[in-house]
């Protein structure tokens, strides 16, 4: 559905080619720590939040975002109060990244939109025609349901989604997350979408360094969705990941200037 409709996602967009999205499960490593890496990864410059939504069975996710979401306590993390403190903490876009069976439980999701509590709904899982009826659902709560293309799609396909869509998900490659994909196949599909001046379009699935988010980037990404990476630098300690995040965003930086 066409539109960037929440206010956030607007005003950080602006910035086209140079945007750092990074992906935490929520609640983890603890309910409270979680709050303090929160406000840690905003300091060093992060642009947008994707905020895990644990699932009992992660199975399009890699080893170490498995292992994040089985530890979680997914009792609290459902209460709409936690996400309220995550709002409260959070200034940046939230993007919350679920499954279609877990996030859409009892109308969680249409909660968390109604509360103004999310910015963006990413749901790997969903058939297109269920994303296709929950974006014109969410869009009154100004709320983005991001679509996806990725390399086995037909390039037919993919022009339709982005002559329809406004807030685009690449993914690098097709599979689970947590692998890094060596060949570019990327470079079609996003010369496609620059023909269409409404798309935004972000890179994500096995990005697992700074060089590699860097580089996507600088080929004309509006921005890149990096997980695993930052769970795995989250599991050194906080600080690696806080310096994970600065290494790309100061760099970002300095290339505008």
Not at 5 to 33: C, H, I, M, W
Not at 42 to 70: C, M, T, W
Request: net charge negative; glycine share 6%; with cysteine.
């Amino acid at each position: 559905m066409r539109g960037i409709f929440s206010v956030r996602n607007q005003s950080v967009l602006q910035r086209r080619g140079k945007l750092l999205v990074g992906y935490l499960v929520a609640g983890y490593p603890d309910p409270e720590t979680f709050f303090s890496i929160l406000k840690g990864c905003a300091s060093a410059g992060l642009d947008i939040f994707e905020i895990g939504y644990p699932s009992e069975n992660p199975f399009l996710d890699g080893e170490v975002i498995r292992k994040a979401h089985q530890v979680v306590d997914h009792a609290l993390i459902s209460d709409i109060s936690y996400w309220k403190r995550i709002r409260s903490v959070v200034n940046q876009p939230v993007w919350a990244m679920g499954y279609s069976k877990e996030l859409q439980k009892g109308e969680f999701h249409t909660e968390l939109a109604q509360n103004s509590l999310v910015d963006t709904f990413v749901i790997p899982d969903i058939i297109e025609s269920e994303r296709k009826h929950m974006a014109v659902k969410m869009a009154q709560f100004n709320v983005n349901v991001m679509a996806f293309v990725n390399p086995d799609m037909a390039l037919e396909e993919v022009r339709d989604c982005f002559s329809s869509e406004s807030l685009i998900y690449q993914q690098l490659y097709s599979g689970p997350t947590g692998i890094s994909d060596v060949k570019d196949h990327y470079k079609e599909i996003l010369t496609i979408a620059k023909e269409y001046s409404d798309v935004r379009i972000f890179a994500g699935f096995g990005i697992n360094s700074s060089e590699r988010a860097l580089q996507l980037l600088a080929s004309g990404f509006d921005g890149v969705i990096v997980g695993t990476a930052m769970m795995q630098k989250l599991n050194v300690s906080p600080q690696a990941l806080y310096d994970f995040i600065y290494s790309i965003k100061s760099e970002t930086e300095k290339d505008a200037d």
